[in-house]
């Protein structure tokens, strides 16, 4: 459960990783008139940050709340030892945001698109997500 790139597919992955890193910068470029302290913002702790939150939602799919305890323990306590006015914590929380709307994005398309084609591309696309509607 550690190895994200074994979990999430090529395809899925980098759909989580983009949108999250994106959306992240966005909506802190957004909001930052309120924070002048904020000027500068450089990284792609949203998008890992985004990471987290799919692998958030694939526990609660898996119903494994063991690891899911422990998910949102080092969650937490990396969020809460990231508030400081240098570290962008902003983008950090809505990329984590951006993860989980992403990847139910992407099973969505999954289960209502490509799960109509029963070939080897929507595998490759939602290798994850064809092993939780196979596990139903």
Request: charged residues 10%; positive net charge; contains cysteine.
């Amino acid at each position: 459960y550690f190895e994200v790139n074994n979990v999430l597919s090529k395809p899925t992955y980098f759909i989580v990783y983009i949108i999250s890193g994106v959306m992240s910068n966005i909506i802190f470029l957004l909001i930052s008139s309120q924070f002048p302290d904020y000027t500068v913002s450089a990284g792609a702790s949203g998008a890992i940050y985004g990471l987290a939150g799919a692998l958030i939602v694939i526990l609660l799919i898996k119903r494994n709340y063991y690891w899911l305890i422990i998910y949102l323990a080092i969650f937490i306590f990396f969020y809460v030892y990231t508030i400081n006015p240098r570290i962008n914590y902003i983008s950090h929380l809505f990329g984590f945001i951006s993860g989980i709307t992403s990847y139910l994005f992407c099973i969505f398309i999954y289960q209502h698109i490509i799960a109509s084609d029963k070939n080897k591309i929507s595998y490759f696309w939602c290798k994850h997500e064809y092993n939780i509607r196979k596990e139903r």
